[in-house]
């Protein structure tokens, strides 16, 4: 095995330059890009403009080394992506479905306390990356949130229920998430598919709300959320 072969093999000093070179011309046009769109990281990055992202690196990664591919071909290519860029944005303020199409609809995950069933499947986010979201806002419990939306850059907002108005709600966190195997009097449940709150009977009723798909049920829990 010659090491040389596979590290230098045959790299002049030249183009080890006109690597360096071609580098720096591909970086700077793609950080320009990504000041160009005012956006500070990849979480506001829609859909749509993380496509744009992807091949801009797939257009600035082979002139960076390819010796026989003058920058100048680059350059247009990427010209023509940001100008494509900008009639879409343009297109996008000016027509709501055409914006709809290239970034998509933002979805209500969760509705007075319960979880939106097809919108997660819609959105296809599974329970645990849910509540996970959830947890990193400080939500122990379903029964804190009023309103959870998923954005179409991937971020989930909430809306709070204020304190006097919390109620029952499905757990969040993998202690308290656990199928309970009996039942208390008096006690309110969660499904621990939905969300419903209810007095059950026996561990194995089923939800009225979504029925055979249901988990089991959840000690539901009331706290308070603390800020």
Known sequence: MDWADIFIYDTTWVFAIEILIRATVMFVLIISFLRFTGKRGVRQLSVFELTIILSLGSIAGDPMFTEDLPIIQAVLIMSTVILLYRLCTWAMRKFQRFENLLEGQSLYIVEEGRLVLDKIEKGKM????????????????????????????????????????????????????????????????????????????????????????CRGWAKALNSHIVR
């Open 126 to 213: 599974s329970h645990d990356e849910f509540f996970s979201e959830m947890r990193q806002q400080g939500v122990e419990h379903l029964g804190q949130v009023r309103t959870g939306l998923l954005e179409t850059d991937g971020k989930f907002s909430i809306l709070l229920y204020p304190p006097e108005k919390t109620g029952y709600g499905m757990p969040l966190f993998p202690k308290q998430y656990q199928s309970v195997e009996k039942i208390e009097s008096g006690v309110h449940y969660a499904c621990m598919h939905c969300g419903h709150v209810a007095h059950i009977a026996e561990p194995e009723q089923l939800c009225p709300r979504c029925d055979d798909k």
